[in-house]
């Protein structure tokens, strides 16, 4: 992948629930990027040049925009901003795409991607890619989130669930409804019927609950298994 600085101008902004936007920019010239891959985000906040790394989650087979999927921090300067600011027509400055953990990696015929919250918007770019591969015989995708309301791109991932039969997909929450038919608790809780043999496991999400599933997984003693983890704070 070449590294480039480029500019973009933010054309769309998605409310996709309380706490997570997707936020579209329009780029100044094309970009190539693999999907897993992330960009440097560098926007004026009140006069100081900020800077910040997301995530690309949007399609790789569109390189005239891209869209990363933000989530928001209490603590952080940035998203509250993002927040706070009617962002459609602001122009950014945009360095990468960056990152190890591509889809270029990953080789087996077995793929299960694990998100928890904002950390399923790459993992939403990453299916696109992987259900175009005809050699992929099974994807497994489950997101973990705390509330219902949390759960983003669902539309997205029961559609691709429903027009693919390689595809499966779980949502998990820690604090589901009452009467609610979704799964309650962590992704690690329900991981213990899944072979991970000969498989590539992609984690994204909070380093403790990475690490935690991660863990869960290696309990198991799977043979083979590749892990391409993106930890954040």
């Given at each position: 992948m070449n590294i480039k600085k480029i500019?973009?101008?933010?054309?769309?902004?998605?409310?996709?629930?309380?706490?997570?936007?997707?936020?579209?920019?329009?780029?100044?010239?094309?970009i190539d990027f693999l999907p897993g891959s992330f960009i440097n985000l560098f926007i004026d906040v009140n006069g100081e040049i900020m800077r910040?790394?997301?995530?690309?989650?949007?399609?790789?087979?569109?390189?005239?925009?891209?869209?990363?999927?933000?989530?928001?921090?209490?603590?952080?300067?940035?998203?509250?901003?993002?927040?706070?600011?009617?962002?459609i027509g602001k122009e950014v400055d945009l360095m990468?795409?960056?990152?190890?953990?591509?889809?270029?990696?990953?080789?087996?015929?077995?793929?299960?991607?694990?998100?928890?919250?904002?950390?399923?918007?790459?993992?939403?770019?990453?299916?696109?890619?992987?259900?175009n591969i005809k050699k992929v015989k099974s994807l497994t995708?489950?997101?973990?989130?705390?509330?219902?309301?949390?759960?983003?791109?669902?539309?997205?991932?029961?559609?691709?669930?429903?027009?693919?039969?390689?595809?499966?997909v779980k949502y998990i929450v820690s604090s589901p409804l009452?009467?609610?038919?979704?799964s309650k608790g962590y992704i690690q809780d329900h991981v213990d019927n899944l072979d991970f043999n000969n498989s590539d496991v992609y984690v994204c999400g909070q380093e403790k609950a990475c690490s935690?599933?991660?863990?869960?997984?290696?309990s198991l003693n799977p043979k083979d298994c590749n892990f391409y983890i993106e930890g954040f704070h």
């Open positions: 500019r973009g101008e933010i054309i769309k902004v998605i409310d996709l629930s309380k706490t997570a936007k997707e936020i579209e920019i329009k780029l100044s010239e094309p910040r790394a997301y995530s690309i989650s949007s399609s790789s087979s569109n390189r005239d925009t891209l869209t990363l999927t933000v989530r928001l921090s209490l603590t952080g300067v940035m998203t509250q901003f993002l927040w706070s600011t009617n962002l990468g795409p960056l990152g190890l953990n591509t889809v270029d990696k990953m080789k087996h015929d077995k793929i299960y991607l694990f998100a928890f919250g904002i950390g399923v918007g790459v993992v939403k770019s990453i299916s696109d890619y992987f259900i995708i489950y997101t973990g989130s705390r509330q219902e309301d949390e759960i983003i791109y669902k539309e997205y991932f029961d559609k691709l669930s429903q027009d693919f039969d390689n595809v499966v009452e009467g609610s038919n979704i935690d599933l991660v863990n869960k997984i290696n």
